[in-house]
């Protein structure tokens, strides 16, 4: 198991404890954790399922001095132009329930947990702000798609993704996804040399969590089973 100086041994941890512990990391140990661990997860995660096994996915992973400077590129950036927009929908354009009630229980937990009250409009501009420098984390990782792709590539590039979250926990190993660092497409574009026939998708950050970081004592809640399951016991009688 890890410990403060984020050691790299493996833990005894089974799949529904690495499923059931995960939850987005929002503080970082400065230790990145080494390139061969990273490798090993991705290609641990590279057996995710891909309709006709074309796994679709391409991921661009960087540390030390090129996090660094990409993340002043994108600081500087939401500091000076404000938040940008990724060139997909992720989100409803129109909310509504019950999704709209579960987003505002999301945000507002997150602030209520950092002392961020509704009417401190610069700690939620300081919280938000830690998107672009990956919250911390040593190392991040940007995902991107070929444009002609239809949506059961999105959807098998979501599974990858989540094989790298649920993987990286054997090792000690906590992660943030975020669909944010796509909003400057353009300044990764640049940066990391991604091919205009790629879209970028989404980033994560990535590495050893600091347990005593009071932002990561923050869970969301989940629906209960009744909420999203319906139970078939029996079909109607089909029409002629």
């Known amino acids: 198991m890890n410990d403060a100086s984020g050691s790299t041994g493996e833990r005894s941890i089974t799949v529904e404890e690495a499923i059931r512990g995960r939850k987005s990391t929002r503080a970082f140990l400065k230790k990145p954790a ?23 996915w391409k991921v661009f992973v960087f540390d030390g001095k090129q996090r660094d400077e990409i993340a002043a590129d994108l600081l500087q950036r939401y500091d000076t132009v404000g938040e940008g927009a990724r060139e997909y929908e992720y989100y409803p354009t129109k909310w509504y329930e019950p999704y709209l009630t579960r987003r505002r229980a999301c945000g507002w937990g997150l602030y209520t947990t950092m002392g961020i009250t509704r009417d401190d409009k610069a700690g939620m501009h300081a919280q938000r702000r830690q998107n672009y420098e990956f919250f911390g984390a040593p190392t991040a990782m940007i995902f991107t798609l070929d444009r002609q792709l239809e949506k059961g590539s999105w959807l098998d590039t979501g599974m990858f993704i989540q094989s790298i979250m649920i993987a990286a926990r054997q090792f000690g190993l906590e992660t943030i996804p975020q669909a944010a660092l ?3 497409h353009e300044v990764l574009r640049a940066r990391l040399n991604i091919p205009d026939g790629e879209i970028v998708i989404c980033g994560m950050g990535i ?24 139970w078939v016991d029996a079909l109607k009688p089909a029409k002629d």
């Not at 080494?34 to 796994?55: D, F, K, M, V």
């Not at 600091?210 to 319906?230: I, M, Y």
């Open 34 to 56: 080494p390139r061969e661990l990273i490798a090993r997860i991705l290609t641990t995660a590279g057996r995710a399922p891909s309709g006709s096994n074309i796994q679709p």
């Open 182 to 184: 796509a909003n400057y």
């Open 207 to 230: 590495g050893y969590p600091d347990t005593n970081a009071k932002v990561n004592s923050f869970t969301t809640e989940r629906e209960p089973l009744e909420n999203f399951v319906t």
